[in-house]
């Protein structure tokens, strides 16, 4: 299985010190070694930083790990591949275009079946059952929205009945986000974290790595983790339930 990564902030925060947690993962003190990717919004644009060759090594993740990019939504994903190829076009996260935004996708599991999912307006350049279901979601959207919604919240709702439907071929684990909203849905193994004042110290499972955050932060600072996996060994993770839906904006979960 793939592992996931995301975060939700409500002022522009570097995700460095779970992304070397997490790139640990990725072929060293994991299998996760075909590939990676992280996509960080500001504002309305996103940049995004792929390479399907193990994070644990890779130059272009010390690049990220070296450079903190401030944001306040983030989507990463370390890649074990079970459909498709190890290449670029198949490596998360994945972007599409609705509505006039970026929206970010990364999964985590298993699906049966997914080629009989219907394409419309976006459709998969990669092989993956991960794509594509996206690609499925994104239409499903556009057929029923043809401007963007104006209540954010219930198109989250209908967001999670699909991934009700893609849960049933099989594993469906997904963060999701327009830059604004980060939605999180769970098959089987999904937590989060929410830091706010006050602040605390916290250290990596997968790498000799400490951080006081009371040094990093301030009190008005709110920074929600989500990951397969716990991060840390000394903070209390929520670990989600099969068939539940998260939804963070800027940092608090309204969802």
């Not at 993956?128 to 556009?142: K, N, V, Y």
Request: negative net charge; contains cysteine; aromatic residues 12%.
């Amino acid at each position: 299985m793939c592992e996931l990564l995301g975060m939700s902030a409500n002022v522009p925060t570097d995700i460095c010190f779970s992304f070397s947690g997490l790139v640990r993962r990725g072929g060293e003190t994991g299998p996760h070694k075909d590939g990676w990717g992280i996509t960080f919004y500001e504002g309305k644009g996103c940049r995004s930083f792929k390479d399907p060759s193990p994070s644990f090594n890779s130059k272009v993740a010390e690049l990220v790990k070296s450079y903190p990019i401030k944001s306040k939504s983030v989507i990463s994903h370390i890649r074990q591949a079970n459909r498709g190829g190890v290449n670029l076009e198949n490596t998360h996260p994945f972007i599409r275009e609705l509505w006039g935004r970026n929206w970010t996708y990364a999964h985590n599991g298993q699906l049966t079946g997914y080629e009989d999912l219907a394409m419309g307006y976006a459709n998969p350049i990669g092989q993956t059952d991960s794509e594509r279901a996206f690609c499925w979601i994104i239409d499903q959207l556009h057929k029923q929205y043809k401007q963007p919604p104006e209540n954010m919240l219930e198109m989250f709702k209908l967001i999670a009945s699909y991934a009700d439907q893609l849960k049933k071929l099989g594993v469906f684990n997904m963060l999701l986000t327009d830059g604004e909203y980060v939605m999180c849905y769970c098959t089987n193994n999904l937590h989060w974290i929410t830091r706010r004042a006050p602040f605390g110290k916290a250290q990596l499972i997968d790498e000799d790595m400490t951080v006081d955050f009371q040094q990093e932060t301030s009190d008005s600072d709110i920074v929600t983790v989500i990951a397969t996996r716990p991060l840390t060994k000394d903070e209390a993770w929520t670990k989600m339930h099969e068939g539940e839906f998260c939804v963070f904006h800027f940092g608090e979960r309204v969802l």
